[in-house]
């Protein structure tokens, strides 16, 4: 385990590592505006849940935060896009599954970098 001032540089984490933290933080900020925005039952949470957090609606997310990413950020979803993967969804083209990992690296690197902000920003604009 390691300790908490021995973070390791997160340029050097693996790619799919970041998309696997990212898409338990994308996942929860989903559920969090879900639950905020109404007292729905929790299966139709659920529902409106899965129909965020999938990879075709994560591919078109990706492609509407594209045009303002930083430059840093275009370059760690790039990397995830790119990245190969062994399996991909049965439910999903391997383009949104790629287009999927990639949005989900960009909000691990975001996070484990701190920038809770950044985070925020882009998840309103995604709502918008």
Not at 14 to 22: E, H, K, S, Y
Not at 65 to 81: F, N, Q, S
Not at 102 to 116: C, P, S, V
Request: proline share 2%; with cysteine; charged share 25%.
């Amino acid at each position: 385990m390691l300790n908490h001032q021995e973070k390791p540089d997160i340029k050097t984490i693996p790619t799919l590592n970041l998309a696997f933290i990212g898409d338990g933080v994308f996942d929860l900020l989903v559920r969090e505006h879900l639950v905020l925005s109404g007292n729905d039952h929790v299966g139709e949470l659920n529902k409106a849940k899965v129909e965020m957090v999938n990879c075709k609606s994560q591919a078109g997310f990706a492609k509407k935060l594209m045009p303002i990413l930083t430059e840093e950020e275009a370059e760690v979803y790039k990397r995830g896009r790119n990245t190969k993967v062994n399996s991909a969804s049965r439910h999903s083209t391997l383009s949104d599954y790629h287009a999927a990992t990639g949005l989900e690296a960009l909000f691990g690197y975001l996070y484990l970098k701190g920038d809770n902000e950044r985070i925020k920003e882009l998840f309103a604009l995604i709502l918008e």
